[in-house]
């Protein structure tokens, strides 16, 4: 699971602290929960099963988050489709959104079928406390997903996103997992150590929650 697409371009925020997310919100903890993940299976299996007057009404609070929604399938839980938002979304519509984007529009994979729905599993990634790095290596590994900007060799600014869990999960070091996101940015040249230290570095953590089709399946039966 080395990879995770970024959306850009809905009006990312650039103020560190969220001034849109719920802050008071944000320092409960355990915000994230299984109803969050299994509604993400409720509207991928209504959108493939044609069935989306039957999609159950989300009954978890509705506050505004940056969010990424993750598939995998298979018992080895291979990566099936992963895209997110930093723009804060309210968790009803943000979910419903991107149960579907991760699912139909990673242009790495193809979309899932319906045949599929009985291997996946499905995560659900809640992101807060964004903070700028003071340098490329101000992250702790296991704890911080990053955010890289930067500018490529044609002068064009570019930007990619590892979640807190790719490094450790990738067993690489920060120098491996800047390089890595550089890569996933487009940059093709070779890396020096003055242009890591240009770059402009966002940390951040998030709350995780994964679920299985068979999981969902028992709660909610045919």
Not at 78 to 94: A, K, N, V, W
Not at 100 to 128: H, M, W, Y
Not at 174 to 202: C, E, P, Q, W
């Amino acid at each position: 699971m080395a990879s995770n697409s970024e959306e850009t371009g809905k009006n990312e925020a650039t103020k560190y602290v969220n001034p849109q997310v719920d802050n008071h919100y944000l320092s409960r903890k355990n915000v994230i929960c299984d109803d969050m993940v299994f509604y993400c299976f409720d509207v991928l299996h209504s959108h493939l099963h044609k069935q989306i007057s039957d999609l159950p009404k989300p009954s978890f609070p509705n506050n505004p988050f940056p969010l990424f929604v993750t598939w995998y399938i298979g018992r080895e839980k291979r990566l099936r489709g992963c895209i997110g938002t930093f723009s804060p979304l309210h968790l009803h519509d943000g979910l419903k959104e991107y149960a579907l984007t991760s699912a139909f529009q990673d242009t790495r994979f193809d979309p899932i079928g319906k045949e599929e729905l009985p291997k996946l599993n499905c995560s659900v990634s809640l992101l807060t406390n964004f903070e700028p790095a003071k340098s490329w290596k101000d992250w702790e590994i296991g704890k911080h997903g990053i955010r890289i900007e930067f500018c490529n060799e044609r002068g064009h600014k570019r930007s990619a996103t590892y979640l807190p869990e790719i490094a450790s999960e990738q067993e690489w070091d920060h120098t491996m997992t800047i390089d890595s996101l550089l890569r996933k940015g487009g940059y093709k040249s070779a890396i020096s150590s003055d242009f890591r230290n240009s770059l402009n570095v966002t940390r951040y953590q998030s709350e995780k929650l994964t679920k299985s089709f068979h999981d969902w399946q028992k709660l909610r039966p045919s």
